[in-house]
């Protein structure tokens, strides 16, 4: 099918400028796809509005939500305002107005429900968190419109259907599929654009639900699957993936492509990119996959291959995680004790707390393990409550943090079954006399992580960043 998805984000509809623009990408694409989907963001900041109105009016506050509802007026009225000036239609924008306030009477009505039951479920959480996307595709349809473009905003309540696992719902692809074609194919023979929201479904029953926080991609590339588009692109405000992050390293470059098990190991070491589960089914389906800039569509972006058509490489991009703390449980009573390894994780576990990387030296004298550090405190008590006992009898000598390190990440599909990779990157902050206080790789050979101290971070991302640059030649 000649069916292009196109998923514009939070910033690139953040403001009228970059609705005026995100009307120009579609304009252009328009001339090479005949049928064209747009799936659009809330504003920048909304949903965080949204959540905050539903959390604060859940602790009993029945103000915060009602000056959120005027700010969130005055945001959409004041991008509607900016958009009419350049077009000829009051009547319409009058339209687009009514659907907003009705949209922020609705929030405030959710909101004052939450505040007298005193609890947001997550059902209402859904409920509340939709309205950013719900009040966007009124913004954008009647602009692309007003710009010569038809077009038509859809409600993904009508085309997504989820399960009941409110927050984090999990799509059911057949309905899906039925649902999607049967109400959009209709237009986009038609030549019509559909503006959809990103972010939102709804069961089969029709309640609304939140396919996750930054849940857009998902909707798109759900999209694009259930009508067997031939591409998705990702339009967000980075020229794609990039070798390192340019505020830190100017030579960082974007890569040309990706594949899924790198970019997978880049949203697990918390980068900015798109999430495995939404590129997943994408990628399977050879829908080409997209990630490019909205402030910059002369550059191509970068596109999300499967892993086997991988180009041969070495290191493809490296990344730093900051404000992360290093637990470490210490003893040499530890030495041959089955179930030490276990039982910290477990500690872990119950504070809901989730591991992101983890060593252990083969004299099995320590553990060492990185978590966020607002969860430090947390997990370090956890901790000394269960081996309370070994503490005691010295089998552990000492359970101790290490706050305020950095996760950096070598991502490379190419580093597998090629050695001296690891050599280069020691090397090269030896070098530099950068201390690495800890190293793991998966046994996918995708990635190598170190922690480094705070202050060397992005020296270290610098200088690894080196080894990219020299192979580019
Ligand atoms: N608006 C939603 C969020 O901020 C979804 C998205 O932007 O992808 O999480
Ligand atoms: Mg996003």
């Known amino acids: 099918m000649n069916t292009l998805v196109m998923k514009f984000g939070g910033t690139s509809v953040g403001n009228a400028d970059a609705i005026r623009h995100v009307a120009r990408i579609v304009h252009a694409a328009q001339a090479d796809w005949p049928q064209v989907v747009v799936v659009v963001s809330a504003m920048g900041g909304v949903t965080d509005m949204l959540l905050k109105g539903a959390h604060t009016a859940a602790e009993g506050d029945g103000e915060t939500f009602r000056v959120l509802a005027g700010e969130l007026r005055g945001k959409h009225y004041d991008t509607l305002n900016n958009l009419a ?13 009514v659907w907003i306030a009705s949209l922020v009477d609705e929030f405030e009505t959710l909101c004052h429900a939450v505040y007298v039951l005193g609890e947001a479920s997550a059902r209402a959480l859904d409920a509340i968190s939709s309205l950013g996307e719900r009040m966007s595709i009124q913004l954008v349809a009647p602009y692309l419109r007003e710009a ?35 109400r959009l194919f209709p237009l986009l023979e038609n030549g019509i654009v559909p503006v959809v929201t990103g972010f939102i479904g709804a069961t089969a029953l029709g309640v609304v639900t939140t396919l996750g926080r930054g849940g857009s991609d998902f909707s798109a590339a759900l999209l694009g699957v259930a009508l067997d588009a031939r591409e998705v692109w990702i339009w967000t405000d980075v020229d794609g993936v990039m070798t390192a992050d340019p505020r830190i390293v100017a030579a960082a470059k974007t890569l040309p492509e990706i594949t899924f098990r790198e970019i997978s190991e880049l949203a697990y070491y918390g980068a900015k990119v798109l999430h495995p589960k939404t590129i997943r089914p994408v990628v399977e389906r050879d829908i080409a996959l997209w990630v490019k800039n909205t402030f910059n569509p002369s550059n191509p972006g970068t596109r999300v291959v499967s892993d086997d058509t991988a180009p041969h490489g070495t290191i493809r991009a490296v990344t730093a995680i900051r404000g992360q703390t290093m637990l470490n449980v210490e003893g040499r009573g530890m030495l041959g004790v089955p179930g030490v390894a276990a039982r910290t994780f477990s500690a872990v576990a119950r504070t809901h707390t989730s591991v992101s990387l983890i060593t252990q030296a083969s004299s099995e004298q320590s553990i060492c393990f ?19 006992r070994e503490l005691e009898q010295q089998n552990i000598d000492r359970i101790w943090a290490m706050e305020n390190v950095v996760i950096i990440t070598v991502v490379g599909a190419g580093m597998r079954h090629t050695p001296g990779i690891a050599g280069q990157i020691f090397s090269s902050l030896g070098k530099d006399r950068i201390n690495v206080v800890a190293i793991a790789q998966g046994s996918s050979e995708c990635s190598v992580s170190m922690i480094v101290d705070a202050p060397d971070a992005e020296k270290a991302v610098r200088e690894i960043h080196k080894l990219i640059e020299m192979r580019e030649g």
């Open 148 to 182: 010569g473009i038809p077009a038509e905003p859809i409600e993904a309540t009508e085309l997504i259907v989820t399960d009941k696992n409110f927050q984090s719902a999990n799509p059911i692809s057949e309905l899906t599929r039925s649902r999607t074609q049967a």
């Open 370 to 388: 990185i978590v966020p550090s607002r969860a430090g405190p947390l997990v370090m008590d956890a901790l000394n409550d269960e081996f309370r």
């Open 85 to 97: 000036k350049d077009l000829s239609s009051p009547v319409r924008w009058d339209e687009v107005r």
